[in-house]
């Protein structure tokens, strides 16, 4: 199984960037695609990005494209999230998330989740 820990939320001004992170351990990290997804309390989990086990592809949620980027860094067993241009509408609970498939926008097809890291956006 795979272990995930996200960390690099905090607050930042509309139009700022953050760097998310992803931790991972476990010994099929480099075989598994993995998913940054973003919820907010009392609303459904949504797709951010996606990216396969070697980077080869990538998908994005269309209100991030363009802004965002999803990279791995399979020797550090570390996934990033770079978020440029930030709008008070990205503001959630940012998750790290992992399967055994190719990426996929839909929540349900990942088995293995972090914890989530806070990202404020400030207008």
């Known amino acids: 199984q795979v272990q995930l820990v996200e960390s690099g939320g905090g607050l930042v001004q509309a139009g700022g960037s953050l760097r998310l992170s992803c931790a991972a351990s476990g010994r099929f990290f480099r075989t598994y695609t993995m998913g940054w997804f973003r919820q907010n309390p009392g609303k459904e989990r949504d797709f951010v990005a996606a990216?396969?086990?070697?980077?080869?592809?990538?998908i994005y949620a269309d209100s991030v494209k363009g802004r965002f980027t999803i990279s791995r860094d399979n020797a550090e067993n570390t996934v990033y999230l770079q978020m440029n241009s930030l709008k008070p509408e990205d503001m959630a609970v940012y998750y790290c998330?992992?399967?055994?498939?190719?990426?996929?926008?839909?929540?349900?097809?990942?088995?293995?989740w972090g914890q989530g890291t806070q990202v404020t956006v400030s207008s």
């Open positions: 990216i396969d086990w070697n980077g080869s592809s990538t």
């Open positions: 998330a992992a399967r055994d498939g190719r990426p996929s926008p839909s929540y349900i097809w990942y088995g293995y």
